[in-house]
């Protein structure tokens, strides 16, 4: 079935929020208006949909990122297709759009992260032509004042 990837919209939100949490990352549709909202301000950030048959079943969140100690490069934030349309080629068309975009830019290494229990997700990487070039931990601490007394 023919689908076509545009820049997201508000009214997908709904949908983009569902599909994270499929991957989970739980948002209300309300919280991904507000950041598509603040991303589209951004010209550093894009987020495409794959829409088929109308239905969004797929997004990437791409990024452009300048950083002191590295070349700038793209990262993909945000890869996620539709569990029911799982190995349809959707998720290969995005990232075939983000190294557009990328290129596009004048940028030449794209780069993306995965969880470390998602094996299916690193075989397709690999099979699309992704390296693993480093492991690392990821370190988080929440700034919320009471945390600190």
Do not use: N
Request: overall charge positive; glycine content about 4%; charged content about 25%.
């Amino acid at each position: 079935m023919p689908h076509r990837i545009r820049l997201a919209r508000p009214d997908d939100a709904a949908r983009i929020a569902e599909l994270a949490g499929e991957l989970g990352y739980p948002a209300a549709p309300e919280q991904v208006v507000e950041r598509l909202a603040e991303l589209a301000q951004r010209a550093e950030h894009a987020v495409f949909v794959l829409e088929e048959a109308a239905i969004v079943q797929a997004f990437v969140h791409v990024e452009h990122v300048h950083a002191l100690v590295s070349a700038p490069h793209v990262e993909v934030a945000a890869l996620v297709v539709a569990s029911v349309v799982r190995s349809r080629g959707h998720g290969r068309a995005l990232l075939e759009h983000a190294q557009a975009w990328a290129r596009a830019r004048g940028v030449t290494t794209l780069r993306l992260r995965s969880r470390s229990s998602r094996e299916r997700a690193h075989a397709f990487y690999r099979r699309a032509g992704y390296v693993v070039t480093k492991t690392q931990l990821c370190f988080e601490r929440g700034l919320d004042p009471r945390a600190f007394e």
